[in-house]
Structures are given as structure tokens and as C-alpha cells.
């Protein structure tokens, strides 16, 4: 089974069966809400310790509102409030006040037109004791609009709050959001769920959910700009033989018929793999060319473009260099040697600007990034026709921006243990701010070495950033007369595998910080720094000394994706099972050597449990696979896991992708008859068989079908999963069509078609298995609506109960709603149902008010829920798991009767 990861499934706890167990239910989801409550605290907010010029003030002290607006919501009409800025402990504090005793959903305090590229966004705010949450609206870049309940403790009192906004949405697209968002929605702009930066709008919102009359305090607002970034020289393959899918096409240039070509592949030696274009211009046409699409993402420019050809009849060729604008760059006559040997050519951009050029900025000069490159060969290309131009080895020499990560060694402020020294070498405090390591020699020991080499770290293969900060005076009559910086790379045997320049110094410095991008290879696994003095005497005082991971990610991709699956059903292995899994990498073209990929076990708390050597990748075809076994022995049974895989992409950053897993027994649920199991569940589309089986594997005994009957005579029921249902033991609960009449009214269902299948329906399925019907599913609409709905509901149920009394109806779906009980349903069914995807505490309320319509119109029956479940995009695992947990709890202490998370399965184009 393929991991799918854009809403995670959530495992639901088996129990056995009767009311002795459904209290043992509540028990043990009670306690695994205390156990979630408790670690609430250990999920607080990180403190943010960016350095301060990233920091930038949001609150104005001087300006009216602090240089904030408000807004009441007006959608919604009807809420009244202010915002006042008001001094709080000495700090400039925004005080937002809201009242909805007469309407409205919400107030807010926006401060707008920011343009900031932003990693987190600081704040300390006050609520009111009860109140958990402070939501949230980030417009980003786009103009997409990013609505986030972040969780707070409920206690009152000021809070600090540190949200790491490019983290989190990193986490969301990896699949693994972070645990600090309880509820998320967006819209607007690329409506994409991803960040696009800037920073443009900040909106705190408090509304009628957290309180009827009262305000929301916010101060210390800070945003904290993106990390350094720094340009790192990357060459894009243009026309890769390793690729197994070719980018390039041909162009006949059909404005101009007659003109014959074409793109050929060919293998000059070995070791040269080429392509060549050809052209005729023999019966007509003008010209011909061989384009391709470059990919621009994290490009900032194009420094030149390079190729190797090699021809015996073409003599000139034209060239067009599309930029990051779109501004199309041509230029013609461009020379070649026509002598059938190998030439290296290399084009500036800067130089093919100029010329003719059109679309884009048209300004003709060049602007960033390349967007496509295409080769042309015209009438005039050659003497005669036809004509061959092979072309190989084409790059694109780029600067890609890469940002720095929060993979760092530094030296700390007294040094850092493990220093050896060679000469009078120290570490020392040169004032209050920092420490640094000196270097000191003097004429009269010269010939004595004088060196600094720091203790081993680890490192991985990729891109790194090196830098310290020099004072020093040095004789240097020349260059060769200085000291020197160097990152020495081991191997996991602990063999030096190359020395790396970082920089030098000479004569008189002050405060001169040298910075290097260093690319480790392959077998990198440890380094260290070494300071020298060469040939010179004087001192030198290095501070600031670090190495930075650069995150570079490629243009292009080299991985396209990675697959996790294995043999057992949704990852849940049996004890006895072993824990396998095989893995597959897609990639665009052949992978480096070694070809393998790293794996790690984390616990549900992000915790490393199991580290393994790399596994080694075969190729078949343009897929890469590997099979690897899980050490069981120290895997807990019953307890989440997720199984993390990398591979590397070169230089760059590696492509990274995870899925969970767990080994469970067989659920204790299955000793029991399926109607003493008080857990249900549907799924989006009921006819998926691996919905059946994995409902199974959990546990889970009465499971939604997509039961009904054609709205034509002879109304032919249907119930697709029923064979499965029946192997497996499980009862069934079907909706019907008048879930159609609740959508469209009678247009297409008639009394007729509701009555006759009806009782078709049982006629062939009712002996099957059946559990209850579910009459509707999630009416809107009033007035005639609901009466058309209720005269459907009831034929339903009558036709039903004439069929046979023992039936067990489920009315519609809707929340406890007066209009349906004033036009009689509850007269239509046997218990209640409805729906929650709000908070937990909307399901006690749900209840309750049905408790009191059910009361007040004489209707006294079971409640149930065949869905509660959360809007869970951009939320973590873990919040998403104490949800259920909660609502099954807050469900059960209400008195219901059967409950249904919705779901263990949702739709997903990259799984299954």
C-alpha cells in the first residue's frame, strides 16, 4: 500500500462488546485525553532567537493604532468593537475589543503592506481564561489568504508565542505539519496551501466562538525575516544522456513551409553521447531549430551557457535565450568550425542581449534566470543542404540562491574542546562580545609551525557555507606571506578525503570576515577546521568561525518522487510480521553513485528510534528500489511510528519522504458480534475494497456502504461491498436516495421510486448483513426544502417498516435543527444522527440541544454520529489524534449510542 499523505488516517482503538465495554471505551479514550491535555505544555511555543537585524517591529508607538486598523467583520453583520493601542507593562499593547450580542462572527486588527520575507512571526497576546486558541490570517505573497488557529494554553494571562511560519508550511508540503495549528483554511491568491513570499498582511481575529463581549490583548509583534541566503554556483544539464526522458523538440519553423529536419541521438565514442540537428532546406522553409524549457525555480541568473559541437558542413548557427521576463534574446551568425571535430562553445547572455529581442521586459538587456534556449540552423547555415550539427555536453552555469539551514557548527564563545595547537596558539576573550582563537608567532621563530586544528564534527555530502571574521597583522611582503583557513573532509574510516580552502588573510585587517561555499563529496562524514600561518610572522585573531548547510534545492529535480510501501495492510503489522518495506525512487535521469538512500524510525514525538546504515538502490528502468527490514525488537507494540527516507540529488538537498506505520495485533473486536461494537465508519467513496479490508484490520465491524436502486422502474438495487462485508463478518449501514431528494427535490425521484426500491432493495440485501439505514445525508434549505425532504424521509421509513418493524432507521444527518421537528421527522426514524468538524466541545452542545428539542416535541430516542471527524489540512498528527480522541469522549459522556470518525481513507492522485 502507498503512503498517502495530503489528510493522515487516524487508527481508531478497538473494544469488545456490550455496555461493560462501551464504558471501557470512555475510560480509555478519557485517560488518553488526560495524557493529551498534559502535553500541551511540552508543545509550547519555541522561544525565537534569530539575531536581531532580522528582526522587525510591527507595533508603532507613535501611530495612531500603532499602525494597525480595524475591521468588524462586516460579512457578518452585527458585531460592534474597537481597537485601542493601550500601554501594558510599559510595552505598546493593541487592545482588541468585540462584542456579538447583536450578531456578527468576528473583529480584527490587520497591519497591512508589509513586504517581508518572513521565517516567524513573535507575539504575546491575552485572552480570557477558557479561551484555547488565537486565530490567525497571514496574506502571503500571492495574495493568498492563510487563516490558522494556533493553540494557547486556555488559563488567561499573557503568552508568548513564537510561530515559525516558512517551518510550518514546510512541514505541511512535507507531508508532517508541525503540532501548533488546531484548524486551517485558505483561499485567495494560488489557493495552493503552500507560502509564497513576502509577508503582506497580518490579521489577529477574535470572534463570538471565544467570547460574547470581550477583547483579545496582543504586544511584542515581531516578525523575524528569512534566514541569510547566499548565491551558490550550480550547472544545469541541458541535454543530459542520462535523462530518460529527452526535453528537447523540434521546431520545423512551419511559417515557412518546406523545410525538412529533425532531432537525431548518437554516440561519438564511449564517452560522448550526443544529439544532433539536422536540417534540409532543399524543397524550401527558412529555418529549423531544437528547443527546450530550463527550469527557473530558486535561479536568480544565467552566468553563460556551454556546449561541445562538433559539424562538418555547418559554418554558422542563430541562438535565443528566453529570460526570466519572458523578453526573447536572438542572435544570428554565430560561427563554427566545419572541420568534423569536437569544439567547446561558450555564450555570455549578457552579449546575446542587445540585439533583436522581443516579448518580456523587451528592453533588450537580460534579466535573470534562462526560461528556454533554442539552436537555430537557417538556408544560410551551410553551403548546401542537408546540414548536421551534433551538440553535447550543454550546461547552463546558473547562481541558485540557497538558504541557510540550521544544520551548524560554530566554535562557541570560549572555543570549543577538542583544540590542538601548534605554536603559541589560544582561544581568548579580545572584549565583552566575543572570543577568539589567536595565532601569534614572531620573526624569531619562524621556522616554528604555528597552527590551530579544531575537533572533528559531522558533515553529510552537499553544499556548506564557512566563515569567520579576521583582525591581524602580518608581515607580507607578497600573497605567499599569510595565514590560511581550510576545511579538512574525513570518511567514516576516518581518511582525510580532501582539504578545502576557506580563505586567507595578509598584512593589517580589521573585522574582514572571509566566507567560502564549499561542496563535500559523497563519502563526507566528518570535518574539521585548521588555521596556519604560512611563511609569516605577526598575530591573527579568527572569530565567528562556523560551517552552514546550505538548503540548495535543484532546478531540476533529479528526484521525481519516492514511494514507501510494504505487504501489510496500511502499514499495520502483526507481531509476528516482519517489518518490511520497499522502497522506490523516481527519478528524471540516472542517480549519482553510490546510488542508495538513508532511512531513520521516529516515534510520534519526532524522536530518532532506529538509525540504519544506507540501503543500497538498484536500477530497473528509471525507477531505483531497495527493500529494507526493521529491527522489531525495539519497536513498541501499539505505538505510531514513521519510517523517514532520503536520497541524495547531488549537491543539492535531498529528495525526503515518510510514511507511518505501526505493529498491532488483531483487534479485540473481533471476538465480539459486530452490533456489540459501538465504533462505525464511512468513507468518501464506499466502494473502494481496500476501505472494507482496512476498516477490518482496525477493528472497525459496521462499515458505510453505497447501498441504493436506479430511479427508473424496474428499480434495480445495488449494494457494491457487500460480498466483502459478508467475508469479513461486518454489518452495513446504506443511505438511501433521498439523500438525491435533499440535493436536487423530486426532479428525478419520484414517491414511487422511493417506495418500490425501497423494498426492492430489502427484498434482495436486508438478509445480508444489514445494520441500520441511514435515510439522508447533510440537508440545507428551509421552508419547502424541509417539507420535501420530510416527505421523503417518511416514505423512506414507512416502506421500510412495512418490510419488516426491526429495522433500524438513522434519520438525516442534520444538526438539532427546530424547522425538522415542527414538520414532523423525528416521527420518521428511530435515533438521530449528525455531523461535527468543529471543535469537541460543538458535539456536547450538539447533543444537548437535541436532548432539549427531543423534550420539548415528545421524541425522546438514541443519538448518534456517522461522521465526527476535523477539517484536518495543515494540522499534525498528533493534534488530529486527540481530536478524535476528544470527541469520542465528549460523544460517549452525552449518552450516544454508535460514533464514526470520518475517515481512514481520502482521495489522493499520488496514493492509492
Known amino acids: 500500500?502507498?503512503?498517502?499523505?495530503?489528510?493522515?488516517?487516524?487508527?481508531?482503538?478497538?473494544?469488545?462488546?456490550?455496555?461493560?465495554?462501551?464504558?471501557?471505551?470512555?475510560?480509555?479514550?478519557?485517560?488518553?485525553?488526560?495524557?493529551?491535555?498534559?502535553?500541551?505544555?511540552?508543545?509550547?511555543?519555541?522561544?525565537?532567537?534569530?539575531?536581531?537585524?532580522?528582526?522587525?517591529?510591527?507595533?508603532?508607538?507613535?501611530?495612531?493604532?500603532?499602525?494597525?486598523?480595524?475591521?468588524?467583520?462586516?460579512?457578518?453583520?452585527?458585531?460592534?468593537?474597537?481597537?485601542?493601542?493601550?500601554?501594558?507593562?510599559?510595552?505598546?499593547?493593541?487592545?482588541?475589543?468585540?462584542?456579538?450580542?447583536?450578531?456578527?462572527?468576528?473583529?480584527?486588527?490587520?497591519?497591512?503592506?508589509?513586504?517581508?520575507?518572513?521565517?516567524?512571526?513573535?507575539?504575546?497576546?491575552?485572552?480570557?481564561?477558557?479561551?484555547?486558541?488565537?486565530?490567525?490570517?497571514?496574506?502571503?505573497?500571492?495574495?493568498?489568504?492563510?487563516?490558522?488557529?494556533?493553540?494557547?494554553?486556555?488559563?488567561?494571562?499573557?503568552?508568548?508565542?513564537?510561530?515559525?511560519?516558512?517551518?510550518?508550511?514546510?512541514?505541511?508540503?512535507?507531508?508532517?505539519?508541525?503540532?501548533?495549528?488546531?484548524?486551517?483554511?485558505?483561499?485567495?491568491?494560488?489557493?495552493?496551501?503552500?507560502?509564497?513570499?513576502?509577508?503582506?498582511?497580518?490579521?489577529?481575529?477574535?470572534?463570538?466562538?471565544?467570547?460574547?463581549?470581550?477583547?483579545?490583548?496582543?504586544?511584542?509583534?515581531?516578525?523575524?525575516?528569512?534566514?541569510?541566503?547566499?548565491?551558490?554556483?550550480?550547472?544545469?544539464?541541458?541535454?543530459?544522456?542520462?535523462?530518460?526522458?529527452?526535453?528537447?523538440?523540434?521546431?520545423?519553423?512551419?511559417?515557412?513551409?518546406?523545410?525538412?529536419?529533425?532531432?537525431?541521438?548518437?554516440?561519438?565514442?564511449?564517452?560522448?553521447?550526443?544529439?544532433?540537428?539536422?536540417?534540409?532546406?532543399?524543397?524550401?522553409?527558412?529555418?529549423?531549430?531544437?528547443?527546450?524549457?530550463?527550469?527557473?525555480?530558486?535561479?536568480?541568473?544565467?552566468?553563460?551557457?556551454?556546449?561541445?559541437?562538433?559539424?562538418?558542413?555547418?559554418?554558422?548557427?542563430?541562438?535565443?535565450?528566453?529570460?526570466?521576463?519572458?523578453?526573447?534574446?536572438?542572435?544570428?551568425?554565430?560561427?563554427?568550425?566545419?572541420?568534423?571535430?569536437?569544439?567547446?562553445?561558450?555564450?555570455?547572455?549578457?552579449?546575446?542581449?542587445?540585439?533583436?529581442?522581443?516579448?518580456?521586459?523587451?528592453?533588450?538587456?537580460?534579466?535573470?534566470?534562462?526560461?528556454?534556449?533554442?539552436?537555430?540552423?537557417?538556408?544560410?547555415?551551410?553551403?548546401?543542404?542537408?546540414?548536421?550539427?551534433?551538440?553535447?555536453?550543454?550546461?547552463?552555469?546558473?547562481?541558485?540562491?540557497?538558504?541557510?539551514?540550521?544544520?551548524?557548527?560554530?566554535?562557541?564563545?570560549?572555543?570549543?574542546?577538542?583544540?590542538?595547537?601548534?605554536?603559541?596558539?589560544?582561544?581568548?576573550?579580545?572584549?565583552?562580545?566575543?572570543?577568539?582563537?589567536?595565532?601569534?608567532?614572531?620573526?624569531?621563530?619562524?621556522?616554528?609551525?604555528?597552527?590551530?586544528?579544531?575537533?572533528?564534527?559531522?558533515?553529510?555530502?552537499?553544499?556548506?557555507?564557512?566563515?569567520?571574521?579576521?583582525?591581524?597583522?602580518?608581515?607580507?611582503?607578497?600573497?605567499?606571506?599569510?595565514?590560511?583557513?581550510?576545511l579538512e573532509v574525513f570518511d567514516a574510516a576516518g581518511s582525510l578525503l580532501e582539504s578545502l580552502p576557506i580563505g586567507s588573510v595578509v598584512g593589517k585587517q580589521d573585522d574582514v570576515t572571509s566566507e567560502a561555499t564549499l561542496a563535500l563529496p559523497t563519502s563526507a562524514h566528518s570535518a574539521r577546521f585548521r588555521l596556519t600561518l604560512e611563511k609569516t610572522y605577526g598575530s591573527w585573531e579568527a572569530s565567528n568561525l562556523a560551517l552552514t548547510r546550505l538548503a540548495v534545492q535543484p532546478p531540476e529535480p533529479l528526484v521525481t518522487d519516492i514511494r514507501i510501501a510494504s505487504d501489510a495492510r496500511g502499514n499495520l503489522f502483526f507481531p509476528d510480521e516482519s517489518v518490511a518495506f520497499q522502497l522506490t525512487v523516481n527519478a528524471a535521469r540516472r542517480l549519482p553513485r553510490p546510488a542508495e538512500v538513508r532511512y531513520e524510525v521516529r516515534n510520534y514525538l519526532g524522536d530518532v528510534v532506529l538509525r540504519n546504515e544506507p540501503a543500497t538502490l538498484d536500477r530497473q528502468g528509471r525507477q531505483y528500489v531497495a527493500s529494507v527490514q526493521l529491527d522489531a525488537s525495539n519497536l513498541q507494540i501499539g505505538q505510531f511510528y514513521e519510517l523517514h527516507v532520503e536520497a541524495s540529488q547531488g549537491d543539492a538537498s535531498p529528495a525526503t519522504e515518510f510514511a507511518g506505520f505501526a505493529i498491532l495485533p488483531t483487534a479485540a473486536s473481533k471476538k465480539f458480534a459486530a452490533d456489540k461494537i459501538p465504533f462505525t465508519i464511512r468513507n468518501w467513496d464506499g466502494r473502494i475494497g481496500e476501505y472494507f479490508h482496512l476498516a477490518d484490520r482496525l477493528g472497525l465491524r459496521t462499515l458505510g456502504v453505497w447501498g441504493g436502486w436506479d430511479p427508473k422502474p424496474p428499480y434495480a438495487p445495488h449494494l457494491p461491498g457487500v460480498e466483502i462485508c459478508e467475508k469479513l463478518g461486518c454489518k452495513w449501514i446504506t443511505g438511501t436516495p433521498a439523500a438525491e431528494v435533499e440535493r436536487r427535490g423530486f426532479e428525478q425521484i419520484t414517491e414511487e421510486s422511493l417506495r418500490v426500491g425501497m423494498t426492492r432493495f430489502l427484498e434482495q440485501y436486508a438478509a445480508r448483513g444489514l445494520a441500520m439505514i441511514a435515510l439522508g445525508n447533510e440537508p440545507h434549505g428551509v421552508g419547502a426544502k424541509v417539507r420535501d425532504n420530510v416527505r421523503a424521509y417518511k416514505i423512506v421509513y414507512e416502506a421500510v417498516k412495512a418490510f419488516d418493524p426491526q429495522i433500524f432507521v438513522l434519520g438525516t444527518s442534520v444538526e438539532p435543527n427546530r424547522e425538522y421537528f415542527e414538520n414532523g421527522y423525528q416521527n420518521y426514524l428511530d435515533a438521530y444522527d449528525f455531523h461535527v468538524y468543529e471543535h469537541y466541545t460543538a458535539v456536547r452542545q450538539a447533543m444537548r440541544d437535541y436532548r432539549a428539542l427531543m423534550e420539548e416535541f415528545h421524541a425522546v430516542k438514541p443519538i448518534h454520529s456517522t461522521e465526527l471527524g476535523l477539517n484536518s489540512q495543515g494540522q499534525a498528527r498528533l493534534t488530529v489524534a486527540s481530536e478524535l480522541v476528544k470527541k469520542c469522549v465528549a460523544f460517549f459522556a452525552e449518552g450516544g449510542a454508535t460514533v464514526s470518525w470520518f475517515t481512514i481513507m481520502y482521495p489522493d492522485d499520488q496514493g492509492v
Open 1 to 486: 500500500m502507498y503512503r498517502s499523505h495530503r489528510r493522515q488516517p487516524t487508527h481508531l482503538p478497538s473494544f469488545s462488546g456490550g455496555s461493560k465495554d462501551a464504558v471501557t471505551a470512555i475510560l480509555v479514550l478519557a485517560t488518553a485525553s488526560l495524557l493529551w491535555e498534559s502535553s500541551v505544555a511540552e508543545a509550547a511555543p519555541r522561544e525565537n532567537s534569530a539575531p536581531s537585524d532580522r528582526v522587525v517591529e510591527l507595533i508603532e508607538p507613535n501611530a495612531p493604532q500603532g499602525g494597525w486598523s480595524f475591521d468588524n467583520g462586516r460579512e457578518f453583520p452585527g458585531a460592534a468593537g474597537n481597537l485601542q493601542l493601550v500601554t501594558q507593562e510599559g510595552a505598546a499593547t493593541l487592545k482588541l475589543h468585540g462584542n456579538f450580542e447583536k450578531g456578527g462572527n468576528y473583529v480584527q486588527a490587520a497591519r497591512t503592506a508589509l513586504d517581508l520575507p518572513i521565517d516567524a512571526l513573535d507575539f504575546e497576546v491575552k485572552l480570557p481564561a477558557g479561551v484555547g486558541k488565537v486565530t490567525l490570517r497571514l496574506i502571503d505573497g500571492s495574495g493568498q489568504c492563510h487563516q490558522l488557529n494556533l493553540r494557547l494554553e486556555n488559563k488567561g494571562g499573557w503568552q508568548k508565542y513564537s510561530f515559525p511560519v516558512a517551518e510550518y508550511f514546510a512541514s505541511v508540503a512535507a507531508g508532517a505539519p508541525l503540532d501548533i495549528v488546531t484548524g486551517y483554511q485558505k483561499w485567495g491568491g494560488s489557493d495552493d496551501g503552500r507560502w509564497s513570499q513576502p509577508l503582506r498582511d497580518v490579521v489577529f481575529l477574535t470572534g463570538r466562538d471565544a467570547m460574547l463581549d470581550g477583547s483579545l490583548l496582543v504586544r511584542r509583534i515581531t516578525v523575524t525575516r528569512q534566514p541569510p541566503t547566499t548565491q551558490v554556483p550550480t550547472s544545469l544539464t541541458l541535454l543530459d544522456p542520462d535523462a530518460f526522458d529527452s526535453p528537447w523538440e523540434y521546431n520545423n519553423g512551419d511559417e515557412f513551409p518546406g523545410a525538412r529536419g529533425g532531432i537525431e541521438t548518437s554516440a561519438d565514442t564511449a564517452d560522448v553521447r550526443s544529439i544532433a540537428l539536422t536540417a534540409d532546406f532543399s524543397s524550401g522553409g527558412r529555418y529549423v531549430g531544437m528547443r527546450r524549457k530550463t527550469p527557473t525555480e530558486h535561479v536568480t541568473s544565467l552566468e553563460r551557457l556551454a556546449f561541445r559541437a562538433k559539424t562538418s558542413d555547418v559554418e554558422s548557427y542563430s541562438i535565443r535565450l528566453v529570460d526570466e521576463t519572458g523578453q526573447c534574446h536572438q542572435r544570428g551568425g554565430l560561427s563554427l568550425e566545419a572541420d568534423g571535430k569536437w569544439h567547446e562553445v561558450v555564450l555570455d547572455p549578457q552579449r546575446i542581449a542587445g540585439g533583436e529581442h522581443w516579448g518580456g521586459a523587451n528592453d533588450g538587456t537580460w534579466h535573470g534566470a534562462l526560461q528556454l534556449v533554442e539552436l537555430i540552423l537557417n538556408e544560410k547555415s551551410a553551403d548546401a543542404s542537408p546540414m548536421r550539427l551534433e551538440l553535447s555536453e550543454m550546461r547552463a552555469d546558473t547562481l541558485v540562491e540557497a538558504q541557510e539551514s540550521n544544520d551548524v557548527w560554530s566554535a562557541t564563545t570560549d572555543g570549543t574542546p577538542g583544540w590542538e595547537f601548534a605554536g603559541d596558539c589560544r582561544w581568548s576573550a579580545s572584549d565583552e562580545r566575543r572570543s577568539t582563537l589567536s595565532l601569534n608567532r614572531s620573526l624569531n621563530a619562524l621556522r616554528e609551525p604555528a597552527a590551530a586544528v579544531g575537533p572533528k564534527f559531522p558533515v553529510r555530502r552537499g553544499v556548506w557555507k564557512a566563515n569567520f571574521t579576521s583582525r591581524c597583522e602580518l608581515h607580507s611582503p607578497d600573497n605567499s606571506y599569510h595565514g590560511s583557513a581550510a
